[in-house]
């Protein structure tokens, strides 16, 4: 007769030191004094405190259970809180920082062990909260947010390694506010909106262009208020041309206000129609329609953006809406053009670059003085510098930076120019310079997600990692359904911290709908070499081979144009060993 297996729900907590091995890379006695100094000192006294047990210790990790959640989450809460004090002024290199996660679940009991999906869910959560952060699933959150003073931010749905089903995760970090309940205490602070693609009723495909660039311009203007949380463009037109519920989209992209309009053009005569919808309750916040000619367009931007303002409470002084409603040019045909040009950007083939350095050009030439057109040119050179596409890789350079000065010189405003200027000082190695060039760029557009990653490509570059990391999340807070550049950075910046286990999950994430990614290829050739999984680093380096049989890592030190001599040293040396060719 076999012994019935003893299971039982219970509120599961996954912990572990970022940067573990590093830490003790470092200094190895030190690390583990400053454990145990944590533990003696704050940790153990609040997991007794709040009714929970250690299970087991891990080395660098903690595995508890508590039999109450709400208990579990505020203890860790606690635990984050007490550890952020505990660690204010001590150094980067020696800084001891936690990641936690926590389930709700069904356990098995085997003697003083825990097992099942529960713990592996608390496990996954764990390796993907923030540094010093707690991430948990909706089955915590829907027991603790009513009965907790605390607030999280929805992080979605995530596909969570070795997890069958996709878990809706939500975040907390010390001195985070929500940014994804649709709740009107959470909203009523700062205002959330996605700015969807308008439909393109028009017979003519090229219109499509100018439907997708009115929705954009209006995007851009609304990310320059710090009182608003605007979604990226990414996210909001993955629902192009689907029949969507706006409830469902504003849940997905945590948001409670959707704008979605229609565009029906006829010779140079336009009807549009915008509507502002509260998804709380599905009403009209407000709604207009628009029959004007195309030289009409800007204003019509302009009046939409300033009646989203009004229907929201937010209040600008006549400085901040003058900044919003800025406009780069009055020639409908140049705008049209960038919108092109910027479109094509978003593919990141070669193919793609070279047709919008042609578009943008063609855009100068209509306006000489569109800062904004000369930020786009400069792109297109700046991405073929850095990835080889036509040869000359300091020439590539030197033209991105003559676009930044002259996009700059026009207006220094525009979020494109900053992001421009801030890589382009980067890649000339001028690291401080491209970071306070960004910074300035994240003070003037706060809720700009590309702005954001300016930002953290200019503090990779620095070194700044930690850093990085920080922006990276608050970008894809911005933009849920980003591009894969915004993962591969991450990534990217994740395995300079030797934080292997997420940085492996994003590149994964990427090749699973990006084969043919060779970034991708060789952030996976460095970590698989670096955690010891000598022939997964051995057989990305083959398929970095097939997709770009030149590549040599003599290559690699400007593709990636780190300043930090150590943390070049320490990505040669990966790849080296992962047999990359010299």
């Known amino acids: 007769m076999t012994e019935r297996t003893q299971r039982r729900l219970a509120a599961i907590v996954s912990a572990d030191v970022v940067g573990y091995s590093r830490l003790m890379g470092v200094d190895e006695a030190g690390t583990l004094a400053g454990l145990r100094a944590h533990r003696a000192e704050l940790i153990d006294a609040l997991i007794d405190k709040h009714g929970g047990r250690i299970v087991k210790t891990m080395g660098d990790g903690l595995l508890l259970e508590f039999p109450s959640v709400v208990d579990a989450t505020q203890c860790m809460i606690e635990v984050q809180l007490g550890m952020s004090e505990r660690n ?55 027991d603790v947010r009513d009965r907790l003073d605390t607030a999280f931010n929805d992080g979605g749905e995530q596909n969570l390694k070795n997890i069958a089903r996709p878990v809706h995760v939500w975040r907390w970090s010390p001195g985070m506010t929500a940014t994804r309940d649709l709740s009107e205490a959470a909203t009523k602070e700062q205002p959330s909106i996605a700015v969807l693609s308008f439909d393109n009723m028009s017979s003519d495909p090229d219109h499509e262009f100018f439907a997708d660039g009115m929705a954009e311009d209006i995007i851009t203007a609304l990310s320059k208020i710090p009182q608003m949380r605007v979604i990226a463009r990414n996210s909001t037109f993955a629902y192009k041309g689907q029949a969507v519920d706006l409830r469902q989209v504003a849940s997905e992209l945590g948001v409670r206000y959707v704008l979605e309009g229609s565009i029906r053009s006829g010779g140079k005569r336009l009807r549009i129609t915008a509507q502002l919808i509260d998804a709380t309750d599905r009403s009209h916040v407000w709604a207009e329609r628009y029959d004007r000619t ?73 306006d000489p003085n569109y800062a904004y057109a000369w930020a786009v040119l400069g792109f297109t050179y700046w991405f073929d510098g850095r990835m080889g596409f036509t040869g000359g890789r300091s020439e590539k350079f030197d033209r991105a930076a003559e676009c930044a000065e002259r996009a700059m010189a026009l207006d220094d405003t525009v979020s494109w120019a900053i992001g421009l200027s801030a890589v382009v000082a980067a890649s000339l190695d001028r690291p401080d310079e491209g970071v306070a060039i960004a910074r300035r760029g994240v003070e003037l557009y706060p809720g700009d997600a590309n702005v954001r990653n300016f930002l953290s490509y200019a503090l990779i570059h620095a070194g700044a990692f930690a850093e990085a990391v920080d922006h990276f999340r608050a970008a894809l807070a911005l933009n849920p359904f980003s591009p894969s550049w915004y993962r591969s950075g991450l990534s990217r910046t994740l395995m300079m911290l030797d934080e292997f286990d997420e940085a492996l999950a994003l590149v994964d994430e990427i090749l699973a709908t990006e084969p043919g990614n060779f970034q991708a290829w060789l952030q996976k050739a460095y970590i698989s070499a670096r955690i010891g999984r000598p022939a997964e680093a051995k057989a990305a380096v083959r398929e970095l081979a097939t997709i770009v049989p030149a590549m040599r890592l003599e290559h690699v030190p400007g593709m990636f144009n780190f300043s930090d001599a150590s943390a070049k040293e320490r990505l040669l040396d990966g790849l080296q060993q992962a047999g990359m060719p010299e």
């Open 88 to 142: 204010a002024g001590v150094a980067d290199e020696r800084r001891i920082t936690f990641r936690i996660g926590v389930n709700l679940g069904d356990i098995i009991i085997e003697g003083d062990d825990i097992l099942g999906d529960g713990v592996n869910i608390a496990a996954r959560l764990q390796e993907i909260a923030e540094p010093g952060g707690v991430a948990i699933s909706t089955r915590v959150h829907d």
């Open 294 to 366: 195309i030289d009409d367009i800007f204003d019509i931007q302009d009046e939409i953006t300033k009646e989203i303002v009004t229907a929201l409470r937010v209040n600008l002084t006549d400085g901040e809406e003058a900044a919003v409603l800025a406009r780069g040019t009055n020639d409908v045909e140049a705008w049209q053009l960038c919108v092109r040009a910027v479109e094509l950007q978003y593919s990141f083939s070669s193919t793609g670059y070279l047709e919008s350095r042609e578009l943008s050009e063609r855009a100068l030439q209509r």
